[in-house]
C-alpha cells in the first residue's frame, strides 16, 4: 500500500543545532506540503512543492527551508533551532492540486531545548 | 489573507447529533475540506465539498454554502471514538490547504 513516512517520530536537539526532518511518500504525488502544529494555532504551512525542484514559501517560513530533488521525498531542515520551533511538525501529499485531499504522515515531534 | 473560524470546543452525548460550524475569508476558493484528528495522530480526510449543498457519508455530513463563507460538519449517532479534534480546511485561489484552528469534540456517555 501506498504510504507516507517521516523520520525521525521524536527529536531533541540544542538551540543553533541544525537539524533534518524526513518525508518519504510512495503515492507519486506531486504536491508535497509541511506544516506545523501547535496549541491554539492548528495547522500552519511551513513549505509547499508542487513538483521535483518546486518550492515556495508558507506562511511561517522563517528558520525553515526545504528541496526537491525526486516526487518522492521533501527533508524540511531548521537552519539553526530555535526554542520557538518546538512543536509537532507534519508532512502531507496531495494527488490533485485542485481536489486532492491531504495525506499526512504520522508527525514529527521536536524539541529544541 | 486567510481566515478560517470554528469553535475551539464542543461536548456532546453519546448518540447525538451535533453540528460543527467553520466559516471562511479566502482569497478565491477551490474546495472545503474536513479533517478528523484524534490525539496524538495525524489528521485524516473525512470530506470535501465545492459546490453548494450537503455531502452525505454515512454517520458524517458535510454541508457547504459559498455565498455565505459557511461550511459545517454533521455527526449522527455520536459514538465515543468520535472524541477528537475536527479540522476544516480550505483551498485558496492558488489552491493552497489552509487550516482553522480545530474544533476539539468532546463526547460524553
Known amino acids: 500500500d501506498a504510504e507516507i513516512t517521516q523520520s525521525p517520530r521524536h527529536k531533541i536537539t540544542e538551540t543553533g543545532r541544525q537539524v533534518t526532518l524526513a518525508c518519504h511518500q510512495t503515492?507519486?504525488?506531486?504536491?508535497m506540503f509541511w506544516y506545523r502544529q501547535d496549541l491554539g494555532h492548528g495547522l500552519r504551512l511551513i513549505h509547499y512543492?508542487?513538483?521535483?525542484?518546486?518550492?515556495n514559501k508558507g506562511e511561517v517560513s522563517d528558520g525553515y527551508s526545504v528541496s526537491r530533488s525526486n516526487t518522492e521525498d521533501l527533508p524540511l531542515t531548521l537552519e539553526s533551532a530555535a526554542s520557538s520551533q518546538t512543536s509537532v511538525y507534519f508532512c502531507?501529499?496531495?494527488?490533485?492540486?485542485?481536489?486532492?485531499?491531504?495525506?499526512f504522515g504520522e508527525g514529527s515531534r521536536l524539541t529544541v531545548l | 489573507g486567510q481566515n478560517i473560524d470554528q469553535p475551539t470546543e464542543m461536548t456532546a452525548t453519546e448518540g447525538a447529533i451535533v453540528q460543527i460550524n467553520c466559516t471562511y475569508q479566502?482569497?478565491?476558493?477551490?474546495?472545503l475540506f474536513w479533517y478528523q484528528q484524534h490525539a496524538g495522530e495525524a489528521p485524516t480526510f473525512l470530506s470535501y465539498?465545492?459546490?453548494?449543498g450537503l455531502e452525505e457519508k454515512g454517520r458524517f455530513s458535510s454541508f457547504l454554502s459559498r455565498s455565505k463563507g459557511y461550511s459545517y460538519l454533521l455527526l449522527k449517532e455520536l459514538q465515543m471514538k468520535d472524541s477528537a479534534s475536527y479540522l476544516c480546511?480550505?483551498?485558496?485561489?492558488?489552491?493552497?490547504?489552509?487550516f482553522g484552528r480545530g474544533t476539539s469534540l468532546i463526547v460524553h456517555p
Open positions: 512543492s508542487y513538483g521535483v525542484h518546486d518550492t
Open positions: 465539498n465545492v459546490l453548494d
Open positions: 480546511a480550505v483551498k485558496d485561489g492558488s489552491y493552497i490547504p489552509t
Open positions: 503515492w507519486n504525488h506531486n504536491n
Open positions: 479566502t482569497s478565491g476558493f477551490n474546495g
Open positions: 502531507a501529499s496531495s494527488g490533485a492540486r485542485t481536489t486532492g485531499e491531504l495525506f
